[in-house]
Nanobody
């Protein structure tokens, strides 16, 4: 059973940056596409970004495009979500998720929670002055 663990959340001022990490122990992530989602209080979970198993393709929600960057280091078994120019509206619990066997992402794939099977427990990101 794949178990994902997120880290890197915290409190940051508007305009600041954070880097979230998604890792797994005991199982290699290199054959899994990874997605990041977020859920703010009282709101539905929304897709933020996804990366293919190879790392060769990524998709982003319009709300984070040009501010967030998703990369992966398969040697470290870790996927990174670099978040820049953070806004109060980015405040949420961020979750990573995995889906096996997605070598390259079709356009728009990976922003629906129904495309993923395995989920982490989440990490809180708060953007506030």
């Amino acid at each position: 059973q794949l178990q994902l663990v997120e880290s890197g959340g915290g409190l940051v001022q508007p305009g600041g940056s954070l880097r979230l990490s998604c890792g797994a122990s005991g199982i290699s992530l290199e054959t899994y596409a990874i997605g990041w989602f977020r859920q703010a209080p009282g709101k539905e979970r929304e897709g933020v970004s996804a990366i293919s198993a190879s790392g060769g393709s990524t998709n982003y929600a319009d709300s984070v495009k040009d501010r967030f960057a998703l990369t992966r280091d398969n040697a470290k078994n870790t996927v990174y979500l670099q978040m820049n120019s953070l806004e109060p509206e980015d405040t949420a619990v961020y979750y990573c998720a995995a889906s096996k066997g997605i070598a390259e992402l079709p356009a728009g794939w990976g922003l629906s929670q129904y495309e993923f099977i395995y989920w982490g427990q989440g990490t809180q990101v708060t953007v506030s002055s």
